[in-house]
């Protein structure tokens, strides 16, 4: 079969719910939708156990109460106060709310737990978790050893395996399927297989997208190779705006020069920082509780101890994580993980020798903007007036890192990231179960009344072949990429270089156009899927960069050289960028929460 036959060729299949992506959040959602009755496919361009879930290392929070008093309330306040006050107070509330249940459920799903003495879950201190709204340290962060993720994604694959969810692994969701006409309703999605090449379209009443981060964006950081922005990418395709891409967290403590990371459960087990002096530095930056601020805090400590000459080694470019005062026993079985990495990348003990650590890009706090019920909402009039007021866009579901429910704000609480993805996994599914009893009869939307046509015009692009003399490769493009968000769009901001970040990404935006394919083969085509990838990727480098320039401020994990405080009078709002002509618009904070007074936003101390 020819290449553009191929493209010109599919099969087809029907399903209530099609859900993109097969990391914590997307096999959540899957396993209680296939328990309530409905015919469910997960799509995952690797191997389910392969998802980036699987590298969460220090835990999920709730407050169980289990190693001291703990309270829901004290874990809302401490993420709102976490996310610099950007975090929708309604979202954040239930997320706290629910998390106590939630754990138990995975918990008798089969999930592995470390235990205290008493035999209840062990849980841990983790950065900007507290007692009494502030008061003293919690320990809230649940965990097995420092292997949490790989904990939960593995007994939720197991689950679903029982449950018959249907599983379309190695396979490459290329567009959002829509019915044709000006209103946005989300009927399925166009897939490859990655083996082969072929085209299928899945069509769906409904339609979730779970695929993760994009933190591939900047050359140094924690993610998995796959973390490429996919779902991203399809919205802003489909015309869906991305909320608040201004705020990346860069995790304090990566593998130094490499990015790998190194939990926060080393600080939470009494890990210290110390720069090239041997000094516990946090004291001058969180002086009541040092090493556990918040990682927006403790990775601008790094940063600036670096700058100003304290770094360690022969570049004077990172400092050390010193966990040798800590027994051994503590390292060996709570942290073996964080061990192994250490001596399989550095060749340090971390038993004999502290760890050289430096930020590195972890993860993203905008998204997809949602409700709390993990539906797809955009502004009713987006560049009117009245930007509170939203709708729902039909048949369109987000949960996890690609979405933005906005319960982490301008920063993440370390923990956090874990419980998001099966709250709001959960509360997606129940969501769509309702829908589903409300109307259960087949989607009305067919290939004539669709985009589907245009969908396989535009995939064309790739089976064109390239000029064998030119220069221009997916590599080449990614890695300028990678360099111009790492150097411009960092830790630290101002205004000159992001202006640059711009309009270098629009330069490579016009070279991307350009490019074609070396590789036309139909088996096992990387070149081909690693294009596809780097498109998702420019669509969230240029929303973040546009997003960031346009943000007079610093708050949370974006912080400005030149506007270096917070300005709740002008900025407390969410960011949203419309890809089609780069513009943005802005929405209120929700800073409502139900059942709990409203926290007002004040200086934030550690």
């Known amino acids: 079969m020819s290449a553009l036959s191929q493209a010109l060729t599919y099969q087809t299949f029907h ?42 290392q220090g835990g999920i929070n709730a407050a169980l109460g289990n190693a001291g008093d703990d309270q829901w309330q004290w874990h809302l306040y401490d993420t709102i106060k976490g996310s610099d006050y950007l975090g929708d107070q309604d979202a954040i509330e239930v997320m706290c709310q629910d998390a106590p249940k939630i754990v138990r459920e995975l918990e008798h799903m089969g999930v592995p737990f470390s235990r205290q003495e008493d035999g ?7 950065g900007g978790q507290s007692q009494h709204y502030g008061k003293s340290q919690a320990k809230r962060t649940c965990a097995a050893a420092d292997r949490t993720g790989h904990a939960i994604l593995h007994a939720l694959y197991q689950q679903n395996l029982h449950a018959g969810t249907e599983i379309f692994s190695e396979y490459f969701a290329l567009d959002l399927l829509r019915q044709n006409g000006s209103d946005l309703l989300i009927c399925g999605v166009l897939v490859q297989n990655l083996q082969t090449s072929e085209l299928s379209v899945l069509w769906a009443k409904h339609t979730l997208l779970a695929t993760g981060g994009a933190g591939q964006i900047f050359r140094t950081n ?14 802003q395709r489909a015309g869906i705006p991305l909320q608040d891409m201004e705020f990346w967290q860069f995790h304090p403590t990566g593998v ?10 080393t600080r939470g087990e009494g890990g210290i920082l110390r720069n090239a002096n041997g000094e516990a530095f946090m004291g001058r930056y969180a002086p009541k509780v040092k090493e556990l601020a918040s990682r927006d805090v403790v990775t601008r400590a790094i940063a600036l101890e670096v700058e100003q000459g304290r770094g360690c080694g022969p570049a004077q470019d990172h400092v050390l994580l010193d966990l040798t005062h800590l027994p051994h026993d503590v390292i060996e079985n709570r942290l073996p993980g964080i061990r192994e990495i250490s001596r399989t990348f550095l060749g340090i003990d971390p038993l004999e020798a502290p760890i050289p650590i430096f930020p590195t890009c972890h993860y993203m706090m905008g998204g997809i903007p949602t409700n709390l019920e993990g539906q797809v909402i955009l502004p009713k009039q987006p560049m009117g007036a009245n930007h509170s007021e939203q709708i729902a866009v039909p048949g369109l579901f987000a949960i996890g890192e690609c979405a933005c429910v906005s319960v982490h704000g301008a920063n993440r609480l370390g923990g956090n990231s874990l419980l998001d993805i099966v709250v709001f996994g959960r509360r997606a599914a129940n969501a769509i179960h ?13 290939e004539d009344t669709s985009n589907i046509s245009a969908l396989l015009q535009r995939y064309q692009r790739w089976l064109e072949p390239a000029n064998p003399e030119t220069e221009l490769t997916v590599f080449s493009l990614k890695t300028e990429l990678q360099k111009i968000m790492e150097r411009h769009c960092g830790v ?9 970040a711009v309009n270098q990404l629009e330069h490579l935006e016009h070279q991307f156009a350009a490019l074609r394919l070396h590789d036309q083969s139909a088996l096992f085509n990387f070149e081909r899927s690693s294009a596809l990838e780097l498109e998702n990727l420019l669509a969230v480098a240029k929303a973040t960069a546009y997003s960031a320039l ?6 949370g994990a974006h912080s400005r050289v030149d506007f270096s405080e917070r300005d709740d009078q002008n900025w407390l709002k969410h960011t949203l960028f419309y890809a089609e002509k780069a513009q943005l618009t802005y929405k209120p904070v929700n800073l409502t929460p139900k059942h709990h007074a409203p926290f007002v936003p004040e200086k934030r101390v550690y």
């Open 434 to 446: 309702q829908a589903l009893l409300m109307a259960p009869h087949e989607l009305a939307v067919t």
């Open 256 to 265: 130094a020069g490499k990015g790998m990371l190194i939990s926060e459960a």
């Open 120 to 126: 209840k879950i062990y849980q841990r201190a983790f």
């Open 222 to 235: 924690s993610n998995a190779s796959i973390n490429t922005g996919d779902g991203l990418g399809m919205a």
């Open 15 to 56: 399903f209530d719910v099609v859900i993109i992506g097969a990391g914590g959040a997307g096999l959540r959602a899957a396993l209680a939708l296939r328990q309530q009755g409905h015919k469910v496919a997960v799509v995952s361009k690797v191997f389910p156990t392969r998802s980036h879930t699987v590298s969460a």
């Open 550 to 555: 346009a943000r007079q401020e610093s708050r």
């Open 492 to 500: 630290f901001r101002d205004q000159a270089h992001m202006q640059q």
